[in-house]
Structure formats: structure tokens, C-alpha cells
């Protein structure tokens, strides 16, 4: 809430319109508001007091001291966001009684406490004094990671510019680092170093480590701490202390420890500290930080309030798009290319160089290219919007509402809603969410009779309240208490604190408790007094399309979180916009109002749903040269109000339309670039105080109370086997490409009869193939033995007539890469093995059906040959009905609309009638384990079941669990090759065939209620 009310404001507008100057250098005067404007800047402080007392000036509207002081009184009056003395927090109850907000006679609460990048100047000043920097103890940097005998980590100068820096390792830096683990000092660093170096001198050595802090290897732990509630000055006195540091700036952390510790702004007292210390504090650096807390008598909500506002955010789910997070996307998509199964450590795959980058931070990107950098290079501008399916209900139905004329709200009905719904599956909640807005009524009765509406500033609802809870409950005892209470906890899963500040001044809004039981620091420092997980003890991996974080040490699966307002997605560091993407990755982000491609109209109304506004009306004036006359003139003739906002990223000014001084800031404005208008609702809020208005904004939190599922993801112990073999190796890779029907003539005319050759001279146990397209058709083939000389010929020999007839148009020959962590449960040596057995299984099968034009033949044996091999692994019935389940719906969205409920009917009606035209043959292979509809073709199979069995007789030590996992992936790659096109359809088919048949099986011993939608 603002420190002043709308009344303050329209006071100052009525004498502005009457020229009062004398009335306005008074409201300028208060107190209060020029504390306000001192905290914000120092320097315009000086300006404006020289400004308001001199008395020779006149009225005049385009005065840019007058300007700006009104832009602050208007900040202190309509903008409810804390920031200084202009606007505070107070925390609150929901009640089943009356919604009451009252004050107490002197409400605002100053809370003070020292700017941090002025305590990290004095810091500096102090470790730099003398040989303090001798005396405290230093730690590696906690950026830094170690690939191929290099050391690589993040460097930084004083602006916080940063950078990857690298370092070759050697012994000495190996041994330094890992004894500073603990911490390190000086006297202790020159030991170890003229141990390792005896014939190095003293310069030497203190060069050696000058370089070692100058380059940010070495780095220390003094405050400030993000995540300590404790006051950083007395931290940082209690730090020097330990380490008998006689500093020479006592004085200055007296002055700012006694300033802190009271809430009144001395601005005579401040000035003289800054006088004392030219040396360290500069004309524009603020010495404090201040966050206003508002004492309230009483603050309660009626809960019969919130409850309407929670049903009918509930009830906007179904028209709630959640668009996948793209960087995400992209890197899940290039890690699998790369790495596959692998697990890797995090700073190695977000590496631009030695992994695959994030976001822009990319090889390609990444790297220097000193011509090109000033060169201004223009590209093709490929944004496209979509039109929502509410979007297009809206305009069907209100198209009138899109002239200014009518100025009347869209109000969207349930019927709107319904028509509207996407039904988009909800992949997971988030533990917390919050409502966050604005409360308005006409009148003071209006909201004891829940005759309200809610002016949405935020999603419905916004993940995580923590983002906008955290830094408030710093100040706030009782509010910390309930978030520690609200806070979940896990067995299975750790809950780790992202701390890190992308420079000192933002780490003012960043200072919060820590509620999590462990913190991930990077680049910034902890107290230490909650476990760390270190940057480099965290694993990624791909499981299920899902990127898993993991800790080495732990053994548990990560769940990072950011527990502060920063916007991380501006962040220069790849690992922190990767870590703050991640925490809402697949998970629920709440419905917000997108206009899409009608953002640019000059004209968009109000929409409303019950109590909410989704989106308040807004107007676009295109950029003019206005004068007074003409922008009035213009905005009475669009309809205009008298109050509206403009918004540049995160500020926003409040106009009066009929103030002579808003109208010269618009018409400032216009003559630059294009302003969007928006409605303002300041005068409908519910807080009063003695007959005044005051704008506020309320944050309501709301916590998942469903059951999390189970997160284990500990990490399966896997036997060193050898990952990769490229040419040469004992595994050759060839990549033959063809059009899809050849690939069936390839698989019989080149590699089945290349196997017999192959074998005939030498035992040849596994070989194995699949189809593929990237995006040009190909079958991969992969044979254990070397690439060498006979190889080669007989592969050409083989290939030849194909090539001739321009039947295979490349032969690639490639690395193979072996998914260790994928089959690691059954061992990926015996994966290949039935990989091999499968192989040969349907490349005997193609043979026999060469001149067989019977399609339908090729889908029913492969049915049959996954039948077979859940025979083979002894699956219970009930467990095949819940495997078919999970894959038919795993596959279902990549070709079916499934938020589309017309077209999951016609597709769901369609399958259905296909499974009842063959649910005969279904009923034979299933029920009765009669293949001889498909006698001919299903010997190939029986052999491969002999193969199977026999290999898992050595394996009877497998839990079913890991053969169902193992199964999943043999399914998937026997029907890749059965089908030489569109085999993923081909299995969205046969999986639901077998689950409905599978089903109908198990119906007979008990009931089987759910089915496949």
C-alpha cells in the first residue's frame, strides 16, 4: 500500500489546474515524501529542495524538476508496490468475519538496514587495508567445475560482467583447492605452495596468489548472506572480529549499525556519514536500503471473499494454455542427441563448448568474433500469434464490445468458459500458488456483501508465493512463522535455495529467510548454516522425456527453487536462467489473459469472469507530435478516462487526463514511440482511512494440499562398460539411407545376407537395426566387429546393385554409442544380445512376406510377436493391461488434439470401431494363444523365444519392475522394425489393441474399471 492516499493526489492535481505553484511546492514540502525522494536519489533530493525554495520561479508544466516530482507524489500516492518510504507491506488474516482493514495512529514502520553495495565497498575498503587481506580465510570459487584437466569457472569484474575463464590444472592448484575447501589463509597458501615449489621466492609466491584472488579462483565468505535474516553490518563486524582485524573504518559500521537499529531517517545524519567517507561512498551511492512495514490495527479479509475468487479462478483451468518453456525444450532435445541416457554433470552440459549451451549461450554464439560484433545485421521477423480458442469465442460473440464507442466490460459467461476449454492435462501442481491483485468496490458497503470485483495482477494462480512472500517475511516475524509452516517437505527429493545476485544493488530486494533445508550458492556466498549442494556435485540426465536434476553426494533427485521476485530470464549466467526455468518446468502455471494478436488495436475493453478482471481495458495512441490541444481533443473523442496508467517494464505512472501536467508527460512520450493507455481502478479500493483512499494490492497464498508423487530417481549402480566405440572400435556403425519401402528390400538383399556371410567365417554374436529418419530415411545398422578391410568390401559388394540403381543414395558410417544407463537394469551387453535375436526374428519375417501384398499381415504378427515376448518375460496380466495403458497414452497428444474434445471423440470413436473389425483375431492370439491365422509367419518368433529364454535363465535375479522397464523400450524398437512407415502410428494402434484386449482378459478374474480416453 502507498504511504499517501488517492485524495493526496487529486489535491495536488486541483492545484495544478489552478497554477497554485505556491499550493504545490507546499504538498511537495511534506516531510515524509522528501525522505522519500532523498532515499531514491541523493542527487534529485538537492535539485528539488534548491528547486522549492526558490522563489523566483514560475507555473511552468514542461519544467523538468516539476515534472519529476510529480512523477514521485504520484508513486507515493497510487503505487502499492514496497519500495523506500513511498509504499509498504503489512501481513494479514482471512476471517469468517467482516473484511476490516483499520490503522493505528502512527502506522508506518521504517525498517533500515545498509545498502549492499555500499557495505561491499566498505568491505573492500577494509579487507584491502594494510595486510587485512592476510588475516581471513578464502574458499574456491563456487562456480568452478574440472573437465579434461582444465578448470573452468565463472569470473567477474566490479560491474558484474561475466565470463567462463579456464586454467590448466596442475598438481599445486589441485591441492589448493582442495584444502580450501575447508578454508584457507594466506600463511597456510604461501606453505603449500613453497612445498610444492621450493625454488619459487617470496615474490614469486605472493604474485601466485594475487593472481589466484584477482582471478577469482580464490574468493571470500564475508557478508552479505541473501538467505540470513541477521543484520549485515553487525555480521560483517562479528566476521572481522573472528579474524582479529583491527579495521580502520569502526566509525562508519557504528554510524550505520546505530542508524539501523532505529526507523528514523536522519537525513543531516546520513549527509555527515557520506562527508566522513568521500573515500568509500560517491555522491550516487545509496548508503541505506529501507523497506516500510505498516502497523495496522486490524487486516482481514472475509473468506467467503477469497473463496470466490479461488472457484472462479478454478474454473478458468480449462481455457489455461500451458506453453511448454522452450529453452527447456530445446535443451532436453540437444542433450538426449548428445548424450543420450547419460548422466551428466550440470556445468558440462550447460557448457556452450563441452556441452549444449542454454539459451542463446551456445557454441556459435558463445564465441568471439571481434569483425562481425559492430556490423548491423537485420533478420527476417518470424513472430506469428495464435488466436486461443477463448479468443475466438470473444470475437464471435462480443465483437461489438471492440469500439470505443461502446466502453462497456466483456463479461465472459460459464457457458464462454465451457465452449472455450482446452482441458489441457495438468502435468503436476506446484506446492504453493498466490492470487495477487486488487480489491474494489464502489462503496464501503459493497464489500461486506461480497458485491466486489478482483483485479488480477498476476497468473490464476501464480506458482510458488514464496517469489513474492520471501522478502516481506524478512521484516516480519509472524509472516515467516506461517510460511514455515505452509512449507513442504520430502524424503525422496531435496529442496535446494537457488542463492545468487546478479549485482549488489539487486541483492536489496533479494535478502530473504532461506525455508528450504539446502541451498545451491553460486557466485554468491552462504552463511553456512544450512547444507550446500556445490554446482559441480549436480548430475542431469534424461529419464522419460523428463530432465532430471541429481545430487552425487546425496543421491536423491534435486528440486531447485527461487524464492525471490528477480527476474532470472535477464540473468547473464546460463546455470541460474537454467535453474529458474526448471523449477516451473512442467508444472502448472496458472491462466492469464493474452490478447495475442490483438495487442496492437487501438482500442481493447475490460474483460471480466464473475468477481475477476482478467484484463483491464486499454487504448494504443500511435506515435505524434501533440500539442495540448489536440491530445485532449484526442482522448475525449477515443473515451478516454480521467485516471490510466502507463506501463514500461516494471514501472508505472498513474495520469489524470485532465491535468495539465500528465498531458506534457504523454505528450513527452508520444513524440518518441507509442504509449498503450490503461484503465486504473484507484479509486475503488477498498482501504479507507479517515474518509481517504488508498490503493492496495493483496497477495492471497494458496498451498497444493494433494499427495507429491514419488521423485526417487536414485542413481542404478552401473558396471563399467565401455560406452563408446567409434570406427575402428569393436562395434561398426553404418547409417544406410533409402526410401522407406527399400528399407524392408535393405534389411533381406544387404544386411541379412551380409550377416550369414559375416558369420560364416567367424563367430558373430550381436548385430541389430532400426529405422530412422533425421530427417532423411535410413535404416541405422550396427554389427559387433571391426570396421576393417573385408568389412568394407563386403559391405560394398552388398550395397553395390542398390547403389546402381540409386536405391541407396548414402552409406554414412558412424560412432555408436551405447545407452548404458537405459539398460543398465539388464545390462546393456544382454540388451544387445536380444536386440540381436529381435533383429534377425523380423528380418527372416520380412523375407517371407516379400511378395505377400497383404498389409494387415505385418501389423497382426507384430501384435502377436510382443505377445510372444511378454510370454518370454513371464509379465502378469495385470501388469500388461497397465503397460499398454501408459504407452497408448504417452502417445496419444503427439497425434491426437487431446485439449480438443470433439476431435478426441471422432478419434476415440474411430479406433474403437477398428478394434471391434478385429477384435476376433485379437480374441484368438490373447484369450486363446491360437496363431494359426499367422502360422506362416510367426516361426521367426518362436525361435527368438527360445534365444530369450535362454538368456533369462541366467538372469532370474532381474525385479519385475526393472524387466517392465527394460520391456517398454523393446516394445517401442520391435515395432520401429516391423513398420517401414509411420511406425509411431502404427503403435499408438497395437498398443491400444492390446490394452483393450489385455483388458478385456483380465475382466474375467476381477473387475478392470478404467479404460483408455
Known amino acids: 500500500m502507498p504511504s499517501f492516499s488517492v485524495n493526496h493526489l487529486a489535491e495536488l492535481n486541483s492545484y495544478i489546474q489552478q497554477r497554485d505553484l505556491l499550493s504545490v511546492k507546499k504538498m511537495f514540502k511534506d516531510e515524509l515524501f522528501l525522505k522519500a525522494v532523498y532515499l531514491s536519489s541523493r542527487y534529485f533530493y538537492t535539485v528539488a529542495v534548491q528547486w522549492l525554495q526558490n522563489e523566483n520561479i514560475s507555473f511552468n508544466t514542461e519544467e523538468k524538476v516539476l515534472l519529476t516530482l510529480y512523477k514521485y507524489y504520484s508513486r507515493i500516492c497510487s503505487r502499492a508496490t514496497p519500495y523506500g518510504l513511498f509504499a509498504g507491506f503489512s501481513s494479514g488474516n482471512i476471517s469468517s468475519e467482516n473484511t476490516q482493514i483499520e490503522f493505528k495512529e502512527n502506522y508506518l514502520d521504517p525498517k533500515i538496514r545498509i545498502d549492499l553495495l555500499a557495505l561491499r565497498k566498505i568491505k573492500d575498503s577494509i579487507i584491502h587495508h594494510d ?111 573472528s579474524y582479529k582485524i583491527d579495521y580502520g573504518k569502526s566509525e562508519i559500521i557504528k554510524d550505520i549499525e546505530e542508524i539501523s537499529t532505529g526507523n528514523t531517517i536522519d537525513i543531516e545524519r546520513i549527509d555527515s556519514i557520506y562527508e566522513k567517507n568521500r573515500d568509500i561512498l560517491n555522491e550516487n551511492l545509496q548508503l541505506l536500503q529501507v523497506d516500510l512495514k505498516l502497523n495496522l490495527q486490524k487486516n482481514q479479509i472475509n473468506d467467503k471473499i477469497i473463496n470466490k475468487i479461488t472457484q472462479a479462478t478454478h474454473e478458468l483451468n480449462g481455457i489455461a494454455i500451458n506453453r511448454p518453456v522452450e529453452d527447456i525444450n530445446t535443451f532436453r532435445r540437444k542433450f538426449y542427441e548428445k548424450f543420450e541416457d547419460e548422466e551428466v554433470e550440470l556445468s558440462k552440459a550447460l557448457d556452450p563448448q563441452l556441452g549444449v549451451g542454454y539459451g542463446l549461450q551456445i557454441s556459435g554464439n558463445v564465441e568471439e568474433t571481434p569483425l562481425l560484433q559492430d556490423v548491423s545485421f537485420s533478420y527476417k521477423n518470424n513472430e506469428s500469434y495464435n488466436i486461443s480458442r477463448i479468443l475466438k469465442t470473444v470475437l464471435c460473440k462480443y465483437v461489438d464490445y471492440f469500439s470505443n464507442n461502446n466502453g462497456n466490460p466483456i463479461r465472459l459467461t460459464e457457458d464462454d468458459i465451457n465452449i472455450s476449454s482446452i482441458n489441457q492435462p495438468i502435468n503436476e501442481l506446484h506446492d504453493t500458488y498466490y492470487l495477487f491483485g486488487n480489491i474494489l468496490v464502489n462503496n464501503d458497503e459493497d464489500i461486506n456483501e461480497h458485491n466486489f470485483k478482483f483485479f488480477n495482477r498476476a497468473s490464476l494462480p501464480a506458482p510458488n508465493f514464496n517469489t513474492v512472500l520471501s522478502r516481506f517475511s524478512y521484516h516480519d516475524e509472524v509472516l515467516r512463522s506461517k510460511i514455515e509452516k505452509l512449507q513442504s517437505d520430502s524424503d525422496d527429493m531435496i529442496y535446494a535455495e537457488v542463492v545468487n545476485s546478479s549485482s549488489d544493488r539487486v541483492g536489496n530486494v533479494l535478502l530473504r529467510p532461506n525455508f528450504y533445508p539446502y541451498e545451491i550458492p553460486y557466485i554468491s556466498e552462504t552463511k553456512g548454516d544450512k547444507p550446500k549442494i556445490n554446482i559441480d556435485d549436480i548430475m542431469v540426465s534424461i529419464r522419460n522425456n523428463e530432465v532430471i536434476l541429481r545430487s552425487k553426494s546425496l543421491n536423491k533427485r534435486i528440486k531447485p527453487v527461487m524464492s525471490t521476485a528477480y527476474n532470472y530470464h535477464i540473468d547473464q549466467l546460463s546455470i541460474i536462467r537454467f535453474l529458474g526455468d526448471i523449477q516451473y518446468y512442467n508444472v502448472y502455471r496458472g491462466f492469464a489473459w493474452d490478447w495475442g494478436a490483438l495487442s496492437d488495436n487501438n482500442y481493447l475493453p475490460r474483460i471480466e469472469y464473475k468477481e475477476i478482471i482478467l484484463s483491464e481495458a486499454r487504448w494504443k495512441l500511435r506515435k505524434k507530435q501533440y500539442n495540448n490541444t489536440t491530445l485532449r481533443a484526442y482522448l475525449q473523442e477515443n473515451r478516454v478516462p480521467k485516471y490510466c496508467n502507463i506501463k514500461e517494464l516494471d514501472n508505472v505512472l498513474l495520469l489524470d487526463t485532465e491535468n495539465d501536467i500528465s498531458i506534457q508527460l504523454l505528450i513527452s512520450k508520444l513524440s518518441k514511440k507509442d504509449i498503450t493507455l490503461y484503465e486504473s481502478f ?121 547403389i546402381d540403381e540409386k536405391l541407396i543414395t548414402k552409406i554414412q558410417i558412424d560412432s555408436y554409442k551405447r545407452e548404458i544407463e537405459r539398460y543398465a537394469s539388464f545390462g546393456i551387453d544382454d540388451a544387445e544380445k536380444l536386440f540381436s535375436y529381435d533383429s534377425q526374428a523380423i528380418a527372416d519375417f520380412l523375407e517371407i512376406i516379400e511378395f505377400d501384398d497383404n498389409e494387415n499381415i505385418r501389423w497382426m504378427t507384430s501384435a502377436a510377436s510382443i505377445d510372444l515376448l511378454l510370454d518370454d518375460f513371464n509379465i502378469s496380466i495385470d501388469e500388461r493391461v497397465n503397460i499398454f495403458k501408459n504407452l497408448y497414452q504417452e502417445f496419444l497428444p503427439e497425434f491426437v488434439d487431446t485439449s480438443n474434445k470433439i476431435y478426441s471423440k471422432d478419434f476415440k470413436t474411430s479406433i474403437d470401431t477398428q478394434y471391434r473389425q478385429y477384435r476376433s483375431f485379437f480374441d484368438e492370439i490373447i484369450q486363446n494363444k491360437n496363431l494359426s491365422s499367422i502360422e506362416s509367419y510367426i516361426q521367426p518368433f518362436e525361435t527368438r523365444s527360445l534365444r530369450i529364454r535362454k538368456l533369462l535363465e541366467e538372469k532370474r535375479n532381474i525385479s519385475e519392475e526393472s524387466n517392465i522397464r527394460f520391456l517398454r523400450s523393446c516394445i517401442h524398437m520391435s515395432l520401429n522394425r516391423f513398420f517401414y512407415t509411420k511406425p509411431r502410428m502404427y503403435e499408438l494402434l497395437i498398443y491400444f489393441f492390446l490394452f483393450q484386449s489385455y483388458k478385456s482378459k483380465f475382466l474375467r478374474n476381477g473387475p478392470y474399471k478404467e479404460c483408455a480416453q
Not at 596442475?170 to 582442495?178: C, D, W
Not at 497444493?704 to 560406452?723: G, M, T
Not at 551380409?754 to 537395426?769: C, R, T
Not at 570396421?787 to 550395397?799: A, C, F, S, V
Request: net charge negative.
Open 131 to 241: 595486510d587485512n587481506a592476510k588475516k581471513i580465510l578464502y574458499f574456491p570459487n563456487n562456480t568452478i567445475y574440472n573437465l579434461n584437466n582444465i578448470i573452468r569457472y565463472i569470473e567477474w569484474d566490479k560491474n558484474y560482467n561475466y565470463s567462463i575463464s579456464e586454467i590448466d590444472t596442475t598438481a599445486l592448484l589441485e591441492k589448493i583447492l582442495e584444502v580450501s575447501k575447508n578454508g584457507i589463509g594466506y600463511t597456510e597458501l604461501t606453505q603449500i605452495i613453497h612445498l610444492e615449489e621450493k625454488e619459487a621466492s617470496e615474490e614469486d609466491i605472493d604474485a601466485f596468489i594475487s593472481f589466484l584472488f584477482q582471478n577469482k579462483i580464490l574468493v571470500d565468505r564475508l557478508p552479505p548472506y541473501l538467505t540470513d535474516i541477521n543484520n549485515p553490518v553487525i555480521e560483517l563486524e562479528q566476521q572481522l572480529k
Open 682 to 802: 484507484i479509486e475503488s479500493s477498498i482501504i479507507r482511512n479517515d474518509n481517504k483512499k488508498y490503493v492496495g494490492e493483496f497477495i492471497i497464498p494458496l498451498v497444493n494440499e494433494e499427495k507429491r508423487r514419488d521423485f526417487q530417481v536414485a542413481q542404478p549402480q552401473i558396471q563399467q562398460e565401455e560406452r563408446y566405440f567409434y570406427p575402428g572400435g569393436e562395434w561398426s556403425y553404418f547409417k544406410l539411407y533409402c526410401s522407406h519401402k527399400t528399407g524392408d528390400r535393405v534389411i533381406t538383399e544387404v544386411i541379412k545376407p551380409l550377416i550369414k556371410d559375416l558369420s560364416s567365417e567367424s563367430a558373430l554374436e550381436k548385430w541389430f537395426f532400426i529405422r530412422y529418419g533425421d530427417p532423411d530415411n535410413h535404416i541405422r545398422f550396427r554389427i559387433n566387429k571391426r570396421l576393417d578391410k573385408t568389412l568394407i568390401q563386403k559391405m560394398n559388394e552388398y550395397t553395390q546393385a542398390f
